[in-house]
C-alpha cells in the first residue's frame, strides 16, 4: 500500500499507530517499549523509506486501542516527527 509517498508493505488491520519519524537508529526501540510498559502488545510492524537518512514512516499494529496519553510519550520520542491512532 502507499501511505503519502511511501510504499510500505502492511495489513491494514484493527489499530494502527502511523508515525513518521527521521530515518536513524534508537526510534523505533523505544516506540515499542512505550507501548511494552503500557501492556499493548503489537501484532506487526512495517517501515517504509525513500531515501536512506531521510524521513521514514513506521505502522505498528497493536491489538487494543491506545490513549492520547500513550500516542503523547510516542510523539514525545526524539527522532519521531508526528504519530496517530488508525482504527478500522
Request: charged share 25%; glycine share 10%.
Amino acid at each position: 500500500m502507499q501511505i503519502d509517498e511511501y510504499r510500505i508493505d502492511v495489513v491494514p488491520s484493527g489499530y494502527m499507530i502511523v508515525a513518521k519519524h527521521e530515518d536513524r537508529p534508537n526510534i523505533i526501540g523505544p516506540c515499542c517499549m512505550i507501548l511494552g510498559k503500557n501492556n499493548t502488545n503489537i501484532a506487526g510492524m512495517q517501515v517504509g523509506r525513500i531515501t536512506r537518512g531521510g524521513e521514514a514512516i513506521m505502522v505498528l499494529n497493536i491489538d487494543s486501542e491506545v490513549s492520547d496519553r500513550i500516542l503523547d510519550e510516542i510523539r514525545a520520542v526524539d527522532g519521531i516527527i508526528d504519530a496517530k491512532l488508525v482504527v478500522l
